[in-house]
């Protein structure tokens, strides 16, 4: 019986609030707060609502429609590690708002109204390790702001108004060993502050409005590369051999959702970690048989969304191969046995997506029985013969003649797209 009580206090959760913000805690200890908004009112944050605790450890105040924070809101917490300000209103920051956390490890800001950031403002938080500022309204970062931030990784400033020649290297100067970078979502065209950088592991440039593989992605200070992101920009072609010859240890290219139609053929020639390349949307209409092979630990190709006809036999020799997709491009057939040959050119295929091609029936069922088989896994939803995915001539056999491409192309134009 005495148990029962005790439990049954100990799992109750303690709550204080304060204007139209509740939090709610844990009483053992009061490490974490998770704090909500009960209404839709703005609301200001004041020092008593998550201040003056000495264990706190992490505060969630997402989404609380804060629009601005009093200098005294974040006083003596000298424990708390996570701050998460996500998802709020605010327009601006008080300097010295954080100076009372000496242990603030993760601070989010993101998606806030934020214009600037005072000099100064991080001048205690020496261990802030990750700091997200994304979906604000920044147009720059004063340099020295980031110069006390000894153990700073990760920075995250996509989706602000941020131009690359306004982004003086001076910022980086005292951090030019940040290891993930988010400039995603601001124009980057003109940018040169990355040459500093010495030890970029993840960069990720999305829609920057680029429209070419930018040098300063690919030069020799970014040989600790692992992942580079390129997607929705508007590279049209990638013509030099040597573009990311320099990223020695790049395992992973996204170069989705550009207009490119040209790849010279080499391009990934002795990328010897590559295990992911992603190509979708695009407008590649042939694969150079040779563009591939030999990325030895090459394991995943999205080829999805361009316009190929062909995948050519031989094209993986010499990678690791799983998950291949190839779907809503322009393909009528593929080569005879194509899977059986993969196989016997060494390769295992766990998955294969190749829906939304103006298949020939008769080809398409040659492919899907040799996937059955050989158990590849496919988009089985799209075949279970509820919609029509192919189109057939009078003989129903597969045809691979040249002529055969326009004509199914057409008919299948005609009836299905
Ligand atoms: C706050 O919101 C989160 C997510 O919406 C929910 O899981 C949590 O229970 C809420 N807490 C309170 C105190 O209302
Ligand atoms: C910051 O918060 C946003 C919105 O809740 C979230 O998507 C993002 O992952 C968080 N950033 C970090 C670095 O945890
Ligand atoms: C490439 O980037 C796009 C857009 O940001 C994203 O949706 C996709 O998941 C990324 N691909 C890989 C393989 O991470
Ligand atoms: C598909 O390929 C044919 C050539 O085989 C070409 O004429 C046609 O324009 C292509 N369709 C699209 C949508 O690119």
Known sequence: MKGEVWLAVWSMLFFIVDAE????????GQMFHMCNATDDSDNILQRGLVSDKRKTFHIILNQCNIVSIELEAFYRLPAL???????????????GVFDRLPSLSRLNLSYN??????????????????????GNSLHNLKPGLIDPLWRLYQLDLSHNFFKGNEIVPALFDKKRDISILTLSGNDMTEANFLSIM????????DGCKLKVVPKLATDLNMKNLRHLSLASNEITSVDDAKTFSKLKDVMKLNLSRNQIVFIHKDVFKNLRYLEEIDLRYNKLTTL???MFQNIPKLYELRLSYNLLTDIPLNAFAGTELKRLSFDNNNITHLHKNFLLKIEDAGLMLRIMHFGNNPWQCACLRELLREAKEMEVLYDTDKYDGGHPVCVSGKDFYCRRDEAAHDEFIRMYNENIR
């Open 21 to 28: 913000i509740k939090c709610e805690f844990e009483p053992d």
């Open 198 to 205: 010495n030890n970029l592991n993840y960069l990720y440039m």
């Open 288 to 290: 150079p048989i040779d």
């Open 81 to 95: 590690a996570i701050l998460d300000l996500a998802e709020n209103k605010i327009e601006s920051l008080p300097l």
């Open 113 to 134: 109204l934020l214009t600037e950031l005072p000099l100064g403002i991080f001048n205690h938080n020496r261990d802030l390790s990750v700091l997200d500022l994304e």
